[in-house]
């Protein structure tokens, strides 16, 4: 155990909180932010709002400085490729079916409710799936 | 449901606080399906995603208990429904390498392009399979 760890487990927690304090661990709340032809919430697109708020300038001070610890971290791509095109496609298409992203179905697990147990399965499934069928990590 | 731009604020800040001290302390980035597969995947990077999802599922936890209302009320959905879009929720994020916090929030963060495209793709196509699965299965 050393200090990143407690710091990975300590961010977890705090983006827990966040997701249930802006009720993102409520589908029906996820799912009425996509209902644009029904009674339409914009309530997640705030949500995104304030996490970029705190996390742009967050970003601009970590390109400033440097990296503060021994690990090299590799900025992700910023090229829009077919994969990044495709996969943006299938997870929507299956977010507006069930109102859950991956964040809120982990945190959502311990209700131990059925319908979260059932996609939260069905997700991992697809990400080893994806993972034996692709090669790629 | 009812519009709440403050707690979705409070709690967007909360989630930009997290995904902000991960990356300054840790180098990390904040993106739950990275995080998740990558746990499934890499054992070399194993114990902070370990460390992380189990910080996730104890703030679960003690919601369950202290806030079980911010759950919402029991998904009344056709087990099919559920298994196909958690599965193509995995599958999906797993090939555009983000979700949500990773493109959505972390990426845009950056002016990144294809976080950008990635999130508009999404939003759109959520948008376009809850109107279909509502109209012609619902």
């Not at chain 1, 705090?14 to 644009?36: C, E, N, Q, R, S």
């Not at chain 1, 949500?47 to 970590?62: E, S």
């Not at chain 1, 507006?96 to 996609?119: E, H, R």
């Not at chain 2, 002016?111 to 939003?123: H, K, M, V």
Request: charged residues 10%; glycine residues 16%.
């Amino acid at each position: 155990m050393t200090r990143s760890h407690l710091v990975a487990f300590g961010c977890g927690i705090v983006f827990a909180i966040g997701l249930v304090v802006a009720h993102m661990t409520d589908p029906h709340k996820v799912l009425a932010f996509l209902d644009i032809a029904g009674d339409w919430d914009p309530s997640l697109a705030f949500v995104m709002g304030g996490a970029i708020a705190v996390y742009a300038p967050a970003w601009r001070y970590y390109r400033r400085n440097g990296t503060p610890a021994d690990t090299v971290f590799t900025i992700p791509s910023r090229r829009i490729d077919a994969r990044v095109v495709f996969g943006g496609i299938l997870f929507g298409l299956g977010w507006g079916l069930v109102g859950f992203c991956p964040g809120p179905a982990i945190v959502s697990l311990p209700t131990l409710a059925p319908s979260v147990l059932v996609t939260v399965a069905a997700m991992l499934v697809g990400m080893i799936a994806y993972r034996l069928v692709s090669g790629r990590g | 449901m009812e519009f709440t731009p403050v707690s979705a604020t409070i709690g967007g800040v909360l989630i930009g606080l997290s995904a902000s001290v991960l990356l300054l302390r840790n180098d990390r980035v904040a993106g739950i399906s990275g995080i998740v597969g990558g746990a499934l995947a890499r054992p070399r990077e194993l114990s902070w995603r370990v460390m992380f999802i189990g910080g996730l599922l104890l703030g679960g936890l003690v919601a369950s208990f202290v806030a079980p209302q911010a759950f919402g009320a029991p998904l009344r959905l056709p087990i099919w429904q559920l298994a196909l879009g958690g599965l193509l929720v995995g599958v999906g994020t797993r090939l555009g390498n983000g979700c949500t916090s990773g493109h959505g929030v972390c990426g845009i963060s950056r002016g990144s392009p294809r976080s950008l495209a990635n999130t508009a793709l999404f939003i759109g196509f959520g948008m376009l399979s809850l109107y279909l699965v509502r109209r012609f299965a619902g």
